[in-house]
Nanobody, 132 residues
């Protein structure tokens, strides 16, 4: 049974920073493609960032345009954990943030990683609120 536990959300002022963590248990973490999504009420879940396993020791990193240059996704395979470092936060970043894991291998250049349906396992959401 694969479980994902998310931590690190909270309330921060505009321009502030937060770091989200997602600890994974079960399965072989280093072979999982990991991603962060976010969702606000009434909207679909939105891709934020991904650290994608592409076989061997190859990982590819992607960030959504809305967060590029401000957010950074990373992983620590020794700790079975993926992180989302969020800097220069804006009120538009306010959402519930989710961590997701996929056992699929994504080819470089494929955009499937932005689709929530490509992920097999999800963590509980964590609220991030950015005040103006």
């Amino acid at each position: 049974q694969v479980q994902l536990v998310v931590s690190g959300g909270g309330l921060v002022q505009t321009g502030g920073s937060l770091r989200l963590s997602c600890a994974v248990s079960g399965g072989i973490f280093k072979t999982y493609s990991m991603a962060w999504f976010r969702q606000i009420p009434g909207n679909e879940r939105e891709f934020v960032a991904a650290n994608m396993f592409s076989g061997g020791r190859t990982y590819y990193i992607y960030h959504a345009d809305a967060v590029k240059g401000r957010f950074t996704v990373s992983r620590d395979n020794a700790k079975n954990t993926v992180y989302l470092e969020m800097n220069t936060l804006k009120p538009d970043d306010t959402a519930v943030y989710y961590c997701a894991a996929s056992s699929r291998i994504f080819d470089r250049g494929s955009s499937r990683y932005i689709r929530p349906g490509e992920y097999d396992f999800w963590g509980q959401g964590t609220q991030v609120t950015v005040s103006s």
